[in-house]
Every structure is written in C-alpha cells, then in structure tokens.
C-alpha cells in the first residue's frame, strides 16, 4: 500500500512540476538564483543516485560488479555513444563481471 | 512550399530518432522496477502516470533499497522539478492555447524540451514536441510492460548486470551536465554526501541531504564572488 502512496504522490508531483512551468509567467522563475539552483538540483541528485546505486546495497557501501559497469558506460560517454549504448554496455560489463567473479 | 515540406520531414525525423532511442530504454526501466519488487501495475502506473524517467527509477531505487515511501518521493519529485524550467522555455516558444497546457504538460520532459528548443520556428518546434512526445509515451510505456513481463520470466535480473541499468541511465543524464568547475563541484560533494550519510541517515533521506550541495556550492561561490568584488569598487 506504501508503495502506491509513493507513487501517487511521485505522479501528482512531477505532473504539477511540469504544468506549472506552462501556466506561471516566465518572469515569475526568471530570477537568476532560481534559474541557477534549478540547474544544479539535478546535477547535485543525479550524482548522489548514482554513486548509492552503483555502490551501496541498503545501506552499506559495497564495491562489486556493478562499479566495473559504470566505468563502462562512463567510457561509452566519454566516447559519445547513443543512450541505448550507454546504459547496455553498463548492463553488459556487470552480468560479464559477475560471471567472472564466479 | 516544397521546401517547407522538406524541413517538415526533417524534424519529423529527428523527432521520432529520440522517440525510438530513448522509449526503448523504458524496457531497463520496467525490469529494474520489476527487479525492484514493484508489481506490474504498479511498474505500468509509474510509466503511464509520472513519464519522466529519471524520477521513475530514482523511486524505484528508493524502494528497493528500504526507503521510506516519502522520502522516495520527495527525491523522485525534486528531479523532476527541472521540467518546471523546461516548460517555462517551451510556454514561450509553442505558445499553446490554455485549453491544451493540461493535455501538453505530462510531454514537458528532457527529450522533448531538447528537439523542440532546437528547432528555429515555432511551427517545427510545435511539430518536434508534438511527434517526440507521442512517440516516447507510446514506446516508453510498451517498453515498461515488456521490461516488467521480462524480468518476471528471467527471473535474477541482477545475474543479468540490470541493476546496473538505473546508474547508468543516471550518469548518462549527468554527463552533458557537467560542463563547468561548478557542476563537477557539485556532483563530487553530492556523491561524499551521498555516499558518506549513507550508513548512519535512513534510506531515501541521504539523497535529498546530497542536494543541499547545490546551494552550498551557489552560496560558497557567491561569497568567494563578492570578496573579489569589493575591493575593486572601494578603488573606484
């Protein structure tokens, strides 16, 4: 049941998000510090999620597999493959990893 | 006219170029929510009714790591708070009749805000937005289904390496972001604090203390800004 709050209120706030910026004057969030934070909330949260996903389980820090697929798909990036590219060649090095790593 | 038809199909092309790639990557989506432990309604309902992909698997993440619900949310919400910006920009360009903001807002996302600012007119932007965003939804919500009945019929998605598919779809969208000392700054101290709170905060809530990284860093900038700044105006 938890999980369906979640995600009902994840869905009723990311809708609103969107609509809002449709519906408000653009002067109303064209203030340079709103425009900045707003640039670098995303950058700040996407950081910490990868890092936790590449390297916790719960709430411990663990060093497996998956850090090798994230060199991968940094080197994908780095080599400027499309997305899909991206995110198999992760895929791909941690099933190849961990079939190594017995 | 001809020509006019000839960038028409252009934009209709990139269009749809996006649509493909990136729907296609609902299918890691829904078998990471499936990995996660969500049903497939539940998996289905976060693709039919947030479409924003990565408030989708921040969530899913969340979840599956123990997370309180609301904190997940809440995460999940504030990386989807830049599509406020997005729209902002795109209210602007499309100019669309107030009848049609409600129906056009669940599109204002990464991709679309990216092909439609691209375009030089408002007629090719109001094509690129409309065929990006139709084509993503369709795929993208297909591709959760078949993701989500996938991963029930292969069962261990992690012996397949598919949880390293909501990382990388992560620093996929983080890569073209970093493009100043700033960013790169941001990212590493979310990353100490993400990484570093983890063992002692309750999951979910590190993510959220991560972005405070944000503005410290804006704040910190601004002071070392402003120590620079005023002795040049006592000379003057």
Not at chain 1, 1 to 12: E, G, K, P
Not at chain 1, 74 to 90: D, N, Q, S, T, Y
Not at chain 2, 116 to 121: D, V
Not at chain 2, 213 to 218: D, E, F, I, Q, R
Request: glycine share 12%; with cysteine.
């Amino acid at each position: 049941m938890s999980v369906w709050i979640a995600i009902l209120a994840t869905a009723a706030g990311c809708y609103f998000a969107k609509l809002l910026g449709l519906l408000v004057p653009a002067t109303a969030l064209e203030r340079p510090l709103v425009q900045k934070l707003a640039a670098l909330l995303p950058v700040a949260l996407l950081a910490a999620l990868t890092a936790q996903q590449t390297f916790a389980t719960g709430q411990h820090l663990v060093l497996d597999a998956r850090a090798a697929g994230l060199v991968a798909a940094a080197v994908a990036l780095v080599l400027r493959a499309p997305f899909l590219v991206v995110v198999g060649a992760a895929v791909a090095v941690t099933a190849g990893a961990r079939v190594l790593g017995g | 006219m001809r020509s006019r038809a000839k960038t028409d199909s252009a934009v209709v092309g990139d269009a749809l170029g996006v649509g493909f790639a990136v729907g296609l990557s609902g299918f890691a989506f829904g078998v990471t929510s499936a990995g996660a432990g969500l049903t497939l309604a539940q998996t289905c309902a976060l693709s039919l009714l947030v479409f924003t992909g990565a408030s989708q698997f921040a969530l899913v993440g969340a979840l599956a790591a123990g997370g309180n619900p609301l904190a997940a949310a809440a995460g999940a919400f504030f990386l989807g708070v830049r599509n406020t910006f997005y729209g902002l920009r795109l209210s602007q360009l499309l100019a669309l009749p107030r009848l049609v903001r409600p129906l056009a807002a669940q599109a204002v996302i990464d991709e679309t805000a990216a092909v439609a600012l691209a375009q030089p007119t408002r007629r090719r932007a109001r094509i690129g937005f409309t065929v990006t965003g139709l084509t993503l939804y369709v795929l993208w919500n297909l591709t959760t289904l078949l993701g989500a009945l996938g991963a029930e019929a292969i069962g261990d998605t992690n012996a397949w390496g598919l949880d390293a598919a909501g990382p990388a779809v992560f620093l996929a969208l983080l890569g073209p972001m970093l493009r100043t000392a700033t960013e790169r700054l941001v990212a590493g101290l979310a990353v100490l604090l993400g990484l570093g709170l983890l063992p002692v905060l309750p999951g979910g809530v590190t993510v959220l203390v991560a972005a405070l990284a944000a503005p410290l860093v804006l704040f910190l900038k601004g002071r070392g800004e402003r120590r620079t700044h005023i002795p040049k105006e006592d000379v003057r």
